[in-house]
C-alpha cells in the first residue's frame, strides 16, 4: 500500500484547505482511513479517521472545523479544513490501518506541510 498526500500550503488564519490522499496498492475499501499531523517539537496527534462504512471520529479541538470524507472508487480519503489557526500548522500524514497476515498494520504517506499565518 501507498500513499500520496496532497494538498498542504500557506493559508491565512481563517481560510480553508484541502488535503487529499491517494491509496494506491493493496488498499480495500474496508480499511480505515485517517489524518495525522505533527508540528515542530510535539508528537504526531491525530486529527481524524473514517472507517471503511464511513463512520468518522475527530480529535475534540477540530470536530468543529474539520471534514473527513472518503472516495473509495478512487481510494481517496479527503481533509477539508475550514477556519485555519496559527496552531493548525504541522505535517499532516495520511494513515490507513488495515489487516496485512492477519495483524493490524498501519501504512503512511509521506506527509504535507500546512503552515497557517497572521
Known amino acids: 500500500v501507498q500513499l500520496q498526500a496532497s494538498g498542504g500550503g500557506l493559508v491565512q488564519a481563517g481560510e480553508s484547505l484541502r488535503l487529499s490522499c491517494v491509496a494506491s496498492?493493496?488498499?480495500?475499501?474496508?480499511?480505515?482511513m485517517g489524518w495525522y499531523r505533527q508540528a515542530p517539537g510535539k508528537q504526531r496527534e491525530l486529527v481524524a479517521g473514517i472507517t471503511g462504512d464511513g463512520s468518522t471520529n475527530y480529535a475534540a479541538s477540530m470536530k468543529d472545523r474539520f471534514t473527513i470524507s472518503r472516495d473509495n472508487a478512487q481510494n481517496t480519503v479527503y481533509l477539508q479544513m475550514n477556519s485555519l489557526k496559527l496552531e493548525d500548522t504541522a505535517v499532516y500524514y495520511c494513515?490507513?490501518?488495515?489487516?496485512?497476515?492477519?495483524?493490524?498494520?498501519?501504512?503512511w504517506g509521506q506527509g504535507t506541510q500546512v503552515t497557517v499565518s497572521s
Open positions: 496498492g493493496s488498499i480495500r475499501s474496508t480499511a480505515t
Open positions: 494513515n490507513a490501518q488495515q489487516s496485512r497476515y492477519g495483524l493490524p498494520y498501519a501504512y
